[in-house]
C-alpha cells in the first residue's frame, strides 16, 4: 500500500466506515505506526493529536472498530477504513460522531418506508391510499400483495417490459406496506438473508 505519510507532516486523515452499512462513522488520523499497529492487532488506531500518542478505539470503552480492510485515495494521501464497530463510535454515545443512525439504508426504498409509516401514522384514509389500506387490515394488505404477486407472474410470461416493471413496482410497493403492518421492516428482511449467506 503506498501511502504517502511523511509528505503529509506525519499525519494522514482516516475515513472509518461501517464495512456493513457503509456509513461513515468518524474521522480520525494515523501516523506510521498507528496504521502498523492497526493492521497487526487488527483493531483501528489512530494517532491522537490531543493525548500526542497511540489511541485504539475503544481501548477505554471496549467500543473497538475491528479492522475489515483498508484502501488509500488516489493520491495516497488519505485512508478509507471499512470495520466492524462494536457498540457506537461517538464519545458521546452515538453510532457515529455525527449524530446519526448506524442502520443500513437502501436510498429510495428508506425513503419510501418513512413516507408509507408517516401516511400509517396520519390516518387519513380519505386522501391517502396507504392509509386506507392499513385502515382496512391485514387481511386486505396481505390480498393486494397475492394479487400484484400474482400480475408480476402473469407480465412475467409476456414480452412488454415496461408492464413487468410497472407491476413489479407495485408489488414492492404492497409488500413494504405488509411489512410494516406486521411491525417489520426491509431490514429485517435483510438480516434474514444474511444469515443465509453461506
Known amino acids: 500500500m503506498e501511502i504517502d505519510i511523511k509528505s503529509a507532516h506525519g499525519l494522514i486523515p482516516a475515513i472509518i466506515q461501517d464495512s456493513e452499512t457503509k456509513n461513515v462513522l468518524m474521522l480520525g488520523y494515523m501516523n506510521e505506526e498507528s496504521l502498523q499497529k492497526t493492521i497487526e492487532t487488527q483493531k483501528v488506531t489512530f494517532f491522537s493529536r490531543s493525548k500526542q500518542r497511540l489511541w485504539t478505539k475503544g481501548e477505554e470503552s471496549g467500543n473497538f472498530l475491528n479492522l475489515v480492510s483498508i484502501k488509500n485515495d488516489c493520491d495516497g494521501d488519505t485512508l478509507l477504513i471499512q470495520a466492524k464497530p462494536v457498540g457506537p463510535t461517538c464519545h458521546t454515545g452515538a453510532d457515529t460522531c455525527w449524530q446519526e443512525e448506524n442502520k ?8 419510501l418506508e ?42 412475467a410470461k409476456d414480452d412488454n417490459d415496461d408492464l413487468f416493471l410497472s407491476e413489479s413496482a407495485d408489488l414492492l410497493f404492497h409488500y413494504l406496506i405488509l411489512l410494516q403492518a406486521k411491525g417489520f421492516q426491509l431490514n429485517d428482511v435483510v438480516d434474514v438473508l444474511k444469515k443465509r449467506q453461506k
Open 104 to 111: 443500513e439504508n437502501y436510498g429510495f426504498i428508506s425513503h
Open 114 to 155: 418513512n413516507t408509507i409509516k408517516i401516511r400509517r401514522e396520519n390516518a387519513d384514509s380519505e386522501k391517502s391510499y396507504v392509509a386506507s389500506l392499513f385502515e382496512k387490515g391485514i387481511n386486505k394488505i396481505a390480498q393486494k400483495v397475492g394479487e400484484e404477486a400474482v400480475e408480476v407472474v402473469i407480465e
